[in-house]
């Protein structure tokens, strides 16, 4: 079966810093990848996903993400956090055409807490 | 445009009592889903549905019923509401494969059952 993998549940940065957030999948076939961010009370928002070609993907509010497909991860960065982005991040696959009965479904992985430090 | 709109937004149930969660979506989507998340685990598929009339079972679908009479509409039922079943709920649509690689979502229902 497929599955996500978010390595770190929890990460501390400070104001300025860069970060970057983890995130590893256990399939065949290249998926369909998402990144999506949960500020506290709130639905999920849709930061940046990768369908095809170029591995590094830019999103929103300054994030980019690069797939690698030799290590089945796709990273999520920023090169410097605002303490806005202080939020829960998740990393979701959609196995695409190739999912069986899994097409079309979102595999989520547990999600990775940040903390911006002032 | 509202997207994806779920109602309640809060709700305590006592145990064993039942309730119905609504999602409604405009963006005339033939996929519907029903999430839960749990601290540390994500969000967890429920059931989902394909198509006006379809349902079909997720990842952890016991304890829950749905149902899809209109294709706008996703119903989500707790028959005899448990303490295991407190959790944050989030409905979500999407297009049919190959359109679907991208899923919109509500912002939630908390529900606590005690």
């Known amino acids: 079966a497929q599955s996500v993998t978010q390595p770190d549940i929890h990460i501390t940065v400070s104001e300025g810093a860069s970060l970057e957030l983890r995130c590893n999948y256990s399939?065949?076939?290249?998926?369909?990848l998402f990144w999506y961010v949960q500020s506290p009370g709130q639905g999920l928002q849709l930061l940046l996903k990768y369908f095809s070609g170029d591995t590094l993907v830019q999103g929103i509010k300054g994030f980019e993400a690069e797939f690698k497909r030799s290590q089945s991860s796709f990273n999520l960065r920023k090169p410097s956090v605002h303490w806005s982005d202080a939020a829960e991040y998740f990393c979701a696959v959609n196995p695409g055409q190739a999912g069986g009965t899994s097409y079309g479904k979102l595999t989520f992985g547990q999600g990775t807490i940040l903390t911006v430090h002032p | 445009n509202a997207g994806v709109t779920q109602t309640p937004k809060f709700r305590v149930l006592k145990t064993g009592q039942s309730m119905t969660l609504l999602c409604a979506q405009d963006?005339?989507?033939?996929?519907m889903y029903w999430y839960r998340q749990d601290p540390g685990m994500g969000l967890r598929l429920i059931h989902y549905s394909v198509g006006e009339g379809t349902t079909a079972k997720g990842e952890v679908p016991d304890g829950y019923n749905v149902s899809r009479l209109k294709k706008q509409n996703f119903l989500l039922g707790l028959e005899s509401a448990a303490p295991s079943q407190t959790s944050v709920y989030f409905c979500?649509?999407?297009?049919?494969?190959?359109?679907?690689?991208?899923?919109?979502f509500g912002q939630g229902t908390r529900l606590t059952v005690v």
């Open positions: 979500a649509s999407s297009y049919s494969p190959p359109r679907n690689t991208e899923a919109f």
């Open positions: 399939y065949g076939a290249t998926p369909y």
């Open positions: 963006m005339n989507h033939e996929y």
